[in-house]
């Protein structure tokens, strides 16, 4: 069943109403291999040169609903890979509205004898943009739609990442600026409040261990706290087998159930998917979500990889 574009338009605006103050960030049902995007202490972690894409269709059969797409490198640099650098391409595309995103990530690691902590810093640049000539416009004389947004805002993003060969555990704040989209207009005496990005706070934990020599099993979980908006909460279980496939289930707190699915191809290559079932009443108008993900490991002469990485 399809929604027209003008009653998403409608939804659209009373998120805006309420001055941001909702969850605003993508979310990411495959977001243990796309951990970069919220956690810039990730970058360099790997122990080698990691190119990842994703590809998001949220909500399918829903006109406007979310499309996302996200590109990231990252590397490890400096003396015993105590550091490491990244950069993220993002784009998200709700109805009428667009977000771009290029961001650099700066990593630096504390090495123990078992563990390391790192931490990191996320710096970068957000345009959003509103396009009205994807919307139904009863009165295109109308003064609120004349005005055309389009901004372009910094980023500034920190985290803290801390892992051993078994498990991690992270916190992070991918933007600490409250970004403002829209100033304040007065339109014959009429006037629509600004909206800004609220912070995003994320927390995350995994851990790895053997259930058989051949098989391994990674229970997770990821929480996103931001003011004025519920809790999300993702818990996710990953079976990884024989070094190859990847198995799992996930759900989100009051949202959906998710099926996830990876495939190591080589030593190289690896292929994610995942699908969302949603759970709450939103599942009476679309077909669920589906996600994509490409990650290419790079090696140099001097680096061999023994094992694939679980996190």
């Given at each position: 069943m399809k929604i027209k574009i003008n009653i998403v338009v409608?939804?659209?605006?009373?998120?805006l109403?309420?001055?941001?103050?909702?969850?605003?960030?993508?979310?990411?049902?495959?977001?243990?291999?796309?951990?970069?995007?919220?956690?810039?202490?990730?970058?360099?972690?790997?122990?080698f040169t990691t190119i990842?894409?994703?590809?998001?269709?949220?909500?399918?059969d829903l006109e406007g609903a979310p499309e996302t797409t996200t590109i990231s490198f990252d590397t490890p640099i400096g003396k015993n890979d105590n550091m490491g650098i990244g950069v993220s391409l993002f784009t998200d595309k709700?109805?009428?509205?667009?977000?771009?995103?290029?961001?650099?990530?700066?990593?630096?690691?504390?090495?123990?004898?078992?563990?390391?902590?790192?931490?990191?810093?996320?710096a970068g640049i957000n345009e959003f943009e509103i396009d009205?000539?994807?919307?139904?416009?009863?009165?295109?004389?109308?003064?609120?739609?004349?005005?055309?947004?389009?901004?372009?805002?910094?980023r500034?993003?920190?985290?803290?990442?801390?892992?051993?060969?078994?498990?991690?555990?992270?916190?992070?704040?991918?933007?600490?600026?409250?970004?403002?989209?829209?100033?304040?207009?007065?339109?014959?005496?009429?006037?629509?409040?600004?909206?800004?990005?609220r912070i995003h706070y994320y927390g995350?934990?995994?851990y790895v261990f053997d259930l058989t020599p051949k098989i391994k099993v990674k229970p997770a979980t990821m929480v996103k706290i931001v003011k004025g908006a519920p809790l999300q909460w993702d818990l996710s279980m990953n079976f990884l087998i024989n070094y190859k496939v990847t198995l799992g289930i996930a759900n989100r707190l009051d949202s959906a159930i998710s099926i996830l699915g990876g495939f190591q191809l080589s030593d190289s290559f690896f292929v994610g998917l995942g699908y969302d079932y949603m759970?709450?009443?939103?599942?009476?108008?679309?077909?669920?979500?589906?996600?994509v993900v490409l990650r290419l490991d790079l090696f140099g002469s001097d680096r061999k990889i023994i094992t694939p990485r679980f996190f």
């Amino acid at each position: 069943m399809k929604i027209k574009i003008n009653i998403v338009v409608i939804i659209i605006a009373l998120i805006l109403s309420l001055k941001g103050k909702a969850q605003q960030d993508a979310q990411y049902t495959n977001y243990m291999y796309n951990t970069q995007m919220i956690q810039p202490a990730y970058a360099g972690s790997r122990g080698f040169t990691t190119i990842t894409a994703l590809a998001r269709t949220q909500w399918v059969d829903l006109e406007g609903a979310p499309e996302t797409t996200t590109i990231s490198f990252d590397t490890p640099i400096g003396k015993n890979d105590n550091m490491g650098i990244g950069v993220s391409l993002f784009t998200d595309k709700i109805g009428p509205t667009a977000e771009n995103r290029i961001t650099i990530d700066y990593a630096f690691a504390i090495n123990f004898i078992w563990s390391k902590l790192t931490f990191g810093l996320k710096a970068g640049i957000n345009e959003f943009e509103i396009d009205y000539t994807r919307l139904n416009i009863a009165n295109d004389n109308d003064p609120l739609v004349q005005y055309n947004a389009n901004k372009i805002q910094p980023r500034i993003g920190l985290g803290i990442y801390f892992n051993t060969e078994e498990y991690y555990l992270g916190v992070s704040a991918p933007n600490i600026l409250e970004t403002r989209y829209y100033d304040e207009f007065n339109i014959e005496n009429t006037s629509f409040s600004n909206v800004s990005n609220r912070i995003h706070y994320y927390g995350m934990a995994g851990y790895v261990f053997d259930l058989t020599p051949k098989i391994k099993v990674k229970p997770a979980t990821m929480v996103k706290i931001v003011k004025g908006a519920p809790l999300q909460w993702d818990l996710s279980m990953n079976f990884l087998i024989n070094y190859k496939v990847t198995l799992g289930i996930a759900n989100r707190l009051d949202s959906a159930i998710s099926i996830l699915g990876g495939f190591q191809l080589s030593d190289s290559f690896f292929v994610g998917l995942g699908y969302d079932y949603m759970t709450n009443k939103l599942r009476r108008f679309n077909d669920g979500s589906y996600e994509v993900v490409l990650r290419l490991d790079l090696f140099g002469s001097d680096r061999k990889i023994i094992t694939p990485r679980f996190f």
